[in-house]
């Protein structure tokens, strides 16, 4: 019997996840421990093969550092970070720079610090060129950390951008800024938000594709 976290709650279904390497229920208050018992043998082999996948997420995770001479992914391309003499860190075109001497997790904090920058520059100008393209006023766009969450739209027309996105492609980046920006047109999902998105990126589904294999490779990197 695989062993599981039970949370009880005002729910009428029953899920399953997978959570920091160990398996979580999530079902209504009055719902039988049997009946649970049996729904979680019933589901073995998905949550086996989940439990593998999310473990070795964990080992790379752990493994993940950053030192001089490793390369890190802007806008889809690899550079490299260069120890330089002096106090300044930052993105010349070329290479991520800093300061020599520094430990792993200092080179980590840094390109984080210029990833952010990068983001904020580069998104500001996609998402002002994308809300011509649509017509719509745009409020302000503001870059902050969130890990699974790519961006987010207000009803007062700002939109968040996770520094994160900044590591995908062009396209990629291009399709959730136009993302993002259609809820200003249509705060939903509905099928005129997606024609919306359509409109200006037609082939978005693909570039929507490629941002899971974004996520994915990311969910190994310990980012913090």
Not at 36 to 43: C, I, P
Not at 103 to 111: D, G, M, P, Q, Y
């Amino acid at each position: 019997m695989i062993e599981y976290k039970l949370i009880r709650s005002q729910r009428k279904t029953v899920a399953i996840y997978i959570r920091d390497g160990g398996v979580e229920v999530r079902a209504p208050l009055n719902m039988p421990k049997s009946a649970l018992d049996e729904f979680v043998a019933a589901k073995e082999g998905w949550i086996t093969e989940n439990l593998a996948k999310s473990r070795e997420q964990a080992g790379r995770r752990a493994a993940f550092t950053l030192n001089y001479g490793d390369s890190v992914i802007y806008r889809g391309r690899p550079y490299p970070i260069a120890a330089q003499a002096g106090g300044r860190a930052g993105f010349d075109g070329a290479r991520f720079y800093m300061p020599p001497h520094l430990s792993a997790e200092e080179i980590k904090t840094l390109c984080v610090r210029i990833y952010r920058v990068l983001a904020k520059h580069h998104l500001s100008e996609r998402a002002h060129y994308f809300a011509d393209c649509f017509g719509v006023a745009l409020g302000a766009v503001k870059i902050n950390g969130a890990k699974t969450r790519w961006g987010s739209c207000s009803a007062r027309k700002n939109i968040n951008f996770s520094w994160r996105l900044i590591i995908a492609d062009d396209d990629v980046i291009d399709y959730v800024v136009v993302h993002e920006l259609a809820h200003i047109l249509e705060m939903n999902h509905s099928a005129r938000f997606w024609q919306n998105v359509a409109r200006v990126l037609p082939d978005y589904q693909q570039r929507k594709a490629r941002l899971k294999e974004l996520q994915h490779r990311l969910s190994g990197e310990d980012w913090q």
